[in-house]
């Protein structure tokens, strides 16, 4: 029961790929079961380590550095797609580097922990991509391609910039 969280973690990396790929090759509802499945190993990995205690130090860093590259590796694939503005996937993907450097550098003196809007900006990372493959899905491009998608990335954009900031904030009250 140990290794179980560890091996969902790094199942969501390879799921990544596997998305990209069928994202990539047009297999969109393929695409969109292995975004769900993989979005599922998030909840199940945390609810696991949680509700048995097995809790690791290798699953609290990578836990969060699998999230981000679900998140932006599917990102990647819908700015390739022209769904959504190149510049907001380069701002979320620049904040996750940070953090994750930020995170790799102070995790041996637990200076920064994982903020509950950080948590949130994810769950709506997620929930919005899902809308997006639900869109490409069912071929509502009219919607897909409106401001209604525009909005809704430049909202997880600037949320994802404050978490950025909440996280500096941190790690500068902890020093």
Known sequence: ????PNILTFS???LAVFFCYF???????LATIIF???SLTDTLDGWIARKFNVVSKWGTLYDPLADKFLTSSTFICFAISGIVEKWMVIVIILRDILTTILRFTSFAEKKISTSNSAKFKTFLQMFVILGILFLLS???LSILYSDYTYFAML?????TVWTMIEYIRQLWKAK
């Not at 029961?1 to 179980?4: A, T």
């Open 1 to 4: 029961m140990k290794k179980i």
């Open 12 to 14: 969501r990396i390879i």
């Open 23 to 29: 994202y990539l090759t047009n297999s969109i509802i």
């Open 36 to 38: 769900i499945v993989a």
């Open 138 to 140: 069912t071929n509502n």
């Open 155 to 159: 909202f997880l954009t600037l949320l």
